[in-house]
T-cell receptor, first 110, second 112 residues
Framework: KQEVTQIPAALSVPEGENLVLNCSFTDSAIYNLQWFRQDPGKGLTSLLLIQSSQREQTSGRLNASLDKSSGRSTLYIAASQPGDSATYLCAVEYGNKLVFGAGTILRVKS | DTAVSQTPKYLVTQMGNDKSIKCEQNLGHDTMYWYKQDSKKFLKIMFSYNNKELIINETVPNRFSPKSPDKAHLNLHINSLELGDSAVYFC???????????FGPGTRLTVT
């Protein structure tokens, strides 16, 4: 069964701190892995997509890594800001469909 | 310009009614999707269409019928609505399968 797990479920940090969100998946036969951000009552915003052949992707203060063999991905956020507060979702693509984790709720305190 | 749009944004209706949600993308993508986000915020794929052809149907009840009149539109029709259908429904699109997916703002359906 293809399952995606995200740890922690919630995280609260002071502004300026670097942080890591974790994602693990049970089936390593993935096409790609995508990290999304969801603000309350809003849709999903794509942050980073890592193809199965890649090890990491970077965009601004965000860095996502992928270790397919161990079934893990991390999202690193540098110098966190209050505007980063949102739910972060990890999604793994298997044969035309995305399987989502339950998300990590991030709160950055000013 | 909105890339993936959905209408309506909110939909409140009674059990047993039939309703439709519309989705349109102006990105020129070939693949479109419907996802359901339940009360626990868990997102799950329902359907996927590629070039107007159904490629994924994730054991969704027959009361749900997607329709793709053209590559830019994927509508979701729901018959005989039940309380358990209350959720937020998201439409998404991608250039092809296995490419980055772009999501619409969601439609919050409440069945009373």
């Amino acid at each position: 069964k293809q399952e995606v797990t995200q740890i922690p479920a919630a995280l609260s940090v002071p502004e300026g701190e670097n942080l890591v969100l974790n994602c693990s998946f049970t089936d390593s036969a993935i096409y790609n892995l995508q990290w999304f951000r969801q603000d309350p009552g809003k849709g999903l915003t794509s942050l980073l997509l890592i193809q199965s052949s890649q090890r990491e992707q970077t965009s601004g203060r965000l860095n996502a890594s992928l270790d397919k063999s161990s079934g893990r991905s991390t999202l690193y956020i540098a110098a966190s800001q209050p505007g980063d507060s949102a739910t972060y979702l990890c999604a793994v693509e298997y044969g035309n469909k995305l399987v989502f984790g339950a998300g990590t709720i991030l709160r950055v305190k000013s | 310009d909105t890339a993936v749009s959905q209408t309506p944004k909110y939909l409140v209706t009674q059990m047993g009614n039939d309703k439709s949600i519309k989705c349109e993308q102006n990105l020129g993508h070939d693949t479109m999707y419907w996802y359901k986000q339940d009360s626990k915020k868990f997102l799950k794929i329902m359907f996927s269409y590629n070039n107007k052809e159904l490629i994924i149907n994730e054991t969704v009840p027959n009361r749900f019928s997607p329709k793709s009149p053209d590559k830019a539109h994927l509508n979701l029709h729901i018959n005989s609505l039940e309380l358990g259908d209350s959720a937020v429904y998201f439409c998404a699109s991608s250039r092809q399968t296995s490419y980055e997916q772009y999501f619409g703002p969601g439609t919050r359906l409440t069945v009373t």
